[in-house]
């Protein structure tokens, strides 16, 4: 679908952001429509696959490492995982070697049927097998109401709402710095690119990488579009952003190639020195982990701002 030589990450987020392209975005903690999410299971289940790896973070926060037994192989290197985790194919899963596998829960993505006609886990379902499927969020709510819909599939409702207080806890006092910050300064204008050219993506409102700019007290220059989309050079050019954020996934050149583009030179974040990489895992991922994320964008567009 992506040319090769595309990060599996990269091209992880650009299946999320296509399926918002597409309209296929469904309002978060509602189901695919695939099948009703399934009741939590009773005792909480202590065999879990996990198919997306914003829904495996969720998991790892709430808990319940030890009861993992597979996941997708974009969550394979995330930190917390226990070792020897068998690898489920991202959009064709074998219903076979799940089926071995024994589990007495699937957690899965609407981002599993981006390539899948019909949904992936149909004879595992028929077979009995609980399975919840997650939607695609487009907004911080919904980040909460995804962690509230696998909290209740593992019984662990307490923990859900626990880790959502801590996660709007933390936004409430970056947000508060971020509005600060606003009465004595004008905001700065941001760029955020998701992928560099010559497969420019970007995000307008209707995101929530949106939202985690207004958060931090800064301007997305793309704050007029909606949803993701890919922008041209002579956009971001004629916006002048003060500040360019773009996702790192483990380029070293990322920096240097935004830098040396044709036209670049004259933007004012350019002139400036103010380009920075964000971490892609923390940034790309519907998850707590956004949180790190905030931090890590409020301290590259306002630096020395942020306690």
Known sequence: MFPSRFPLKLSLLLMTVLLALAGCNKPAGV???LSAPAAAPSPAPSRIISTAPSSTEIILSLG?????????PYSAALAGLPDGLALIDFAAPDAEAIIGLEPDLIVSSEINRISAADDPFKLLRDLGIPIVYIPTSDSIAGIYQ??????EALGAEAGGRELVS???????????????????????????EISPFPYPYTFGSGTYLHEMLEIIGA???FAGQTGWFAPSVEAVIRANPEVILSMDYGDPNTLDEIRGRDG?????AVAAGRVYTINGDTASRPSPGIISALWEMARAVYP????
């Open 219 to 221: 301007e997305n220059i």
């Open 304 to 307: 020395g701002q942020f306690d």
């Open 264 to 268: 670049f030179g004259t933007i004012a």
């Open 31 to 33: 189901s695919t429509g």
């Open 146 to 151: 995804d962690i509230g819909m696998i909290a």
């Open 166 to 192: 801590a996660m709007q806890a933390e936004i409430a006092a970056i947000a508060a710095q971020g509005a600060a910050l606003a009465t004595q300064r004008a905001k700065r204008s941001v760029y955020f």
């Open 64 to 72: 319940f490492a030890g009861s993992l037994i597979a996941v997708d």
